[in-house]
C-alpha cells in the first residue's frame, strides 16, 4: 500500500536555526514528490516537484532533497514567517494522477 | 504560476440543506480536478476525482450521493453536499494539474463549511 510518512510532527526552531523536514515514502512505481507549504486556513501552496532520486531545487531559504525512500526539506536560517505546516505528497504510477498526502510538519519558528 | 479559484470561502448552514462550492481553474484549462476535505490538524484526504464530461471517481468510503460532483467545462468543477449534517462540516479544498502530465498540482484557497 502507497504511503507517506512525514517527521517530526511538530518543529519549533528559533530565528536562523537551520533544521530538515523528513518525508519518507513506500509507493510503487513513484512519478513525483511534491513539497507543499500550507498557512492556517488556506489551501497548500506549491514549493517543489521532485521527480528522480538524486535530484535537488532550491527556493530562496528552502531546499528539497530526494533518494529512493525519502525526501529532506532543510530550512536555512528560517525566519517567522517561514512559520507553517508543511506538506509532502507523493504520486505513485499507474496512470492515475492522485496524490497520497502526508500528515505534515507543523513549523513554529519564533524571534 | 497557475491559479485555482475557490468559492466560497466560508459558509454556515442549517442541519439538511445542501451547499454548493464552485473550483475554477483561471488561467488554464483541467481535464481534472480534484476535492479534498481535511479536518483540523490532519492531512488532505483525497474524496474524488472530478473529469469533465464524465463521471467523478470516488474514493472508498466516500458517499457519491453525499457529495455530488459536477465537471461540466474545462475550467469549472463543482462539490455539492447534499442534505448536509454537523458531521460534515470541514475545510473542503480542490485542486488541478496546471502542469505537464506529471506535473504540479495547484490548490485552491479552500473553503470552510460549518453546519449547524
Known amino acids: 500500500e502507497d504511503q507517506v510518512t512525514q517527521s517530526p510532527e511538530a518543529l519549533r526552531l528559533q530565528e536562523g536555526e537551520s533544521s530538515s523536514l523528513n518525508c519518507s515514502y513506500t509507493?510503487?512505481?513513484?512519478?513525483?514528490l511534491f513539497w507543499y507549504r500550507q498557512d492556517p486556513g488556506k489551501g497548500p501552496e506549491f514549493l517543489f516537484t521532485l521527480y528522480s532520486a538524486g535530484e535537488e531545487k532550491e527556493k530562496e531559504r528552502l531546499k528539497a532533497t530526494l533518494t529512493k525512500k525519502e525526501s529532506f526539506l532543510h530550512i536555512t536560517a528560517p525566519k517567522p514567517e517561514d512559520s507553517a505546516t508543511y506538506l509532502c505528497?507523493?504520486?505513485?504510477?499507474?496512470?492515475?494522477?492522485?496524490?497520497?498526502f502526508g500528515a505534515g510538519t507543523r513549523l513554529a519558528v519564533h524571534p | 504560476g497557475a491559479v485555482v479559484s475557490q468559492h466560497p470561502s466560508r459558509v454556515i448552514c442549517k442541519s439538511g440543506t445542501s451547499v454548493k462550492i464552485e473550483c475554477r481553474s483561471l488561467?488554464?484549462?483541467?481535464?481534472?480536478m480534484f476535492w479534498y476535505r481535511q479536518f483540523p490538524k490532519q492531512s488532505l484526504m483525497l474524496m474524488a476525482t472530478?473529469?469533465?464530461?464524465?463521471?467523478?471517481?470516488?474514493e472508498q468510503g466516500v458517499e457519491k450521493d453525499k457529495f455530488l460532483i459536477n465537471h461540466a467545462s474545462l475550467t469549472l468543477s463543482t462539490l455539492t453536499v447534499t442534505s448536509a449534517h454537523p458531521e460534515d462540516s470541514s475545510f473542503y479544498i480542490c485542486?488541478?494539474?496546471?502542469?505537464?502530465?506529471?506535473?504540479?498540482?495547484?490548490f485552491g484557497e479552500g473553503s470552510r463549511l460549518t453546519v449547524l
Open positions: 488561467d488554464f484549462q483541467a481535464t481534472t
Open positions: 509507493v510503487s512505481g513513484l512519478r513525483g
Open positions: 505528497a507523493v504520486q505513485a504510477g499507474g496512470g492515475y494522477n492522485k496524490l497520497i
Open positions: 472530478s473529469n469533465e464530461g464524465s463521471k467523478a471517481t470516488y
Open positions: 485542486s488541478a494539474r496546471g502542469g505537464r502530465a506529471t506535473g504540479e498540482l495547484f
